[in-house]
T-cell receptor, first 115, second 114 residues
Framework: AAGVIQSPRHLIKEKRETATLKCYPIPRHDTVYWYQQGPGQDPQFLISFYEKMQSDKGSIPDRFSAQQFSDYHSELNMSSLELGDSALYFC??????????????FGPGTRLTVT | AQKITQTQPGMFVQEKEAVTLDCTYDTSDPSYGLFWYKQPSSGEMIFLIYQGSYDQQNATEGRYSLNFQKARKSANLVISASQLGDSAMYFCAMREDPLLIPTFGRGTSLIVHP
């Protein structure tokens, strides 16, 4: 079965640079979530989109922005990168119409290292 | 207040034995879902099992079962016949409404000894 796809899997950037992370949800999933997981931490919710509209906002810094496109893929744009942005960034998707509509499926994550 | 509590930062188990990972939750919403995820050292978050608040029976998926005690607000994960590949971080999560964002616990690190 198709899963959530994230690219790139690994990314190394320098401080003050920008980064763009991409997420391709499971086909027919209408909701995309972004999470940030620092070393030894639980995933922290950043932002979510439902049907291409922002639906919830968590602890996303102002330097970050995200959007969901017409084909339902989503991009997380990160500017003025800081060392503390080094983390694993997960995308997850779900479908409100699915029988197990609470269920989220996670992508493999993008490991961002800021040097 | 923490909505999901995993009191065991680390657990050790002998290969082929069963192990229970604890999870308690806090909600006043009658409708919610509970999840367990496995995160191996590679970093990916793997969905293991789901329990709905209205489900009458405990969820099972292969060697994984969820011991759901609604009155105690606990949703412990039981792994039977542990394997070396089960060594990983395990996260319990809750979603109080499909429209709301899931909340994760701090995780439990499981190490399976040969």
């Amino acid at each position: 079965a198709a899963g959530v796809i994230q690219s790139p899997r690994h990314l190394i950037k320098e401080k003050r640079e920008t980064a763009t992370l991409k997420c391709y949800p499971i086909p027919r999933h209408d909701t995309v979530y972004w999470y940030q997981q620092g070393p030894g931490q639980d995933p922290q919710f950043l932002i979510s989109f439902y049907e291409k509209m922002q639906s919830d906002k968590g602890s996303i810094p102002d330097r970050f922005s995200a959007q969901q496109f017409s084909d339902y893929h989503s991009e997380l744009n990160m500017s003025s990168l800081e060392l503390g942005d080094s983390a694993l960034y997960f995308c997850a998707s779900s479908s409100r119409g699915a029988p197990l509509h609470y269920e989220q499926y996670f992508g493999p994550g993008t490991r961002l290292t800021v040097t | 207040a923490q909505k999901i509590t995993q009191t065991q930062p680390g657990m050790f188990v002998q290969e082929k034995e069963a192990v229970t990972l604890d999870c308690t939750y806090d909600t006043s919403d009658p409708s919610y879902g509970l999840f367990w995820y496995k995160q191996p050292s590679s970093g990916e978050m793997i969905f293991l099992i789901y329990q709905g608040s209205y489900d009458q029976q405990n969820a099972t998926e292969g060697r994984y079962s969820l011991n759901f005690q609604k009155a105690r607000k606990s949703a412990n994960l039981v792994i039977s016949a542990s394997q070396l590949g089960d060594s990983a971080m395990y996260f319990c999560a809750m979603r109080e409404d499909p429209l709301l964002i899931p909340t994760f616990g701090r995780g439990t690190s499981l190490i399976v000894h040969p």
